[in-house]
Nanobody, 114 residues
Framework: QVQLVESGGGLVQAGGSLRLSCAVS????????MGWFRQAPGKEREFVCI???????AYADSVKGRFTISRDNAKNTVYLQMNSLKPEDTAVYYC????????WGQGTQVTVSS
């Protein structure tokens, strides 16, 4: 079974930065298509970003230019660098392994104060 474990969330003031990590165990990490989603209270989970194994990335318009997804194959870890954070970025952030049989992490809370 593939396991995804997120970490790095917390409370930050608007304009600040956080880096989220997603540690992956099981399977062949280097071949995975990885990404991030987020979910605010009372709202549906929404797409944040994706990184294909070849290095191509795509971002939601709401985070483009502020967030960056990266990966370290040696550590089996994917990262989400979040800069210039806004209160509307407040949500639980979930790591995602894409595919027909994809996987979700448990989520990590990010709270941005005004």
């Amino acid at each position: 079974q593939v396991q995804l474990v997120e970490s790095g969330g917390g409370l930050v003031q608007a304009g600040g930065s956080l880096r989220l990590s997603c540690a992956v165990s099981g399977g062949t990490f280097s071949s995975y298509i990885m990404g991030w989603f987020r979910q605010a209270p009372g709202k549906e989970r929404e797409f944040v970003c994706i990184r294909w194994s070849g290095g191509t990335t795509a971002y939601a318009d709401s985070v483009k230019g502020r967030f960056t997804i990266s990966r370290d194959n040696a550590k089996n870890t994917v990262y989400l660098q979040m800069n210039s954070l806004k209160p509307e970025d407040t949500a639980v952030y979930y790591c995602r392994r894409f595919g027909v049989a994809g996987s979700w992490g448990q989520g990590t809370q990010v709270t941005v104060s005004s």
